[in-house]
């Protein structure tokens, strides 16, 4: 039940956590966002936010709470949980140790692993999932944007359905075949290696062919092992995902004034991969990327492709190459034997 006494609880506010959490704050709903030290300040000045239908324009958030301490897990109505899936183990114990064991957690994860791991566990709590298809960066200390569109969808459970209520449903979607859903969204974050190891923006990342070749091998390569493994999936946007790799082909003219307006993605954009290279973090590749390499292993496929990202991200991590050219890179990972 969510109430003021029992708020909903975002569990590693970030990029995503914050986004969401000022988003139903500004509906209405009670929400606390549990963060690191570097939040704090936010308590005081409250942060922008921009882009999206429900922030017309900078907006300034100072309903959520920000807090470091666990304990508010404690009386959380609804625990919403967007860690890194790095940060997962970590806030499952937190999870264990601070909060009611009826407590529901929500799953905003990147991934398909992440929320299994959540409910193998935590196996006597209900556990949903959920998928977020927009970008959101950080744009300085105090102001998150919103960079790219889509509606975010939740598996339909009770603890969804009072979310959705509470926040007068807007702004996502319930979903019965949440799994189809999150197959359709891993799709779209095969790119995340592409756009980290080209050091650029996704806008810019996305206007280079070279880059856009590497993606769409990765996800052909995705596509037919989901079809080797029957795994079903729900479109991600505007386009099937056979649609996408024929338009990520395309020559710059075709791609750059049609796909990219389709997506209005703006020029700041950087998807979570990057911002963790760039920062000197670790990357949710095993999550991703290595999600299909794992499947691909356990039907008896193979994955080339998304194999050799892993390994590039892997490296660049270790202090190997950090930034490739489109040239450069489409060379490492399609010019291999
Ligand atoms: N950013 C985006 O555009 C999108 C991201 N996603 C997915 O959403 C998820 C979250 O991504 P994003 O918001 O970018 O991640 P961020 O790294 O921006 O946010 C996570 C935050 O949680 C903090 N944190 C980690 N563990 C704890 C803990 N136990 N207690 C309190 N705070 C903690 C992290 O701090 P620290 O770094 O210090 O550990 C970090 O500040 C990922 O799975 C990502 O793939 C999905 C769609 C779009
Ligand atoms: C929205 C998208 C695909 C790109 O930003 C993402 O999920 C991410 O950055 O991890």
Redesign the pocket.
Known sequence: MISPESPVVI???????CYLGAQWAAAGVPVTL???DR?LSLNDTGFAVEGGPDFTGAELARNPKVT?E?AVLANAGLIVL????T?LD??VS?ISTFSASHTPVLC????IA?VRRLAAALPEREISAGM???????RNASTLRRSSVGEVILERSPATRALSAAIGGSGISLSDDIRAVQYGKLLL?LNNPVNALSGKSLYHQLRERPYRLVYAAALQEALDVYEGAQIAHAKSGPLPANRIVQMLRAPDWLFNTVALRLQKLDPQSQ???A??LAAG?PT?IDT?NGEIVDLATATGQIAPVNTKLVELVKSASAGGQKTYTGAELHRAVLSTP
């Open positions: 569990l590693g506010a970030g990029a995503i956590g549990l963060g690191r939040l470091t666990p967007t860690v890194k899936s940060a970590a806030a937190q905003l994860l990147n991934g992440p977020v298809p927009f970008n959101v960066v950080w974050n998807t979570s991969m911002q963790d973090k949710e991703i």
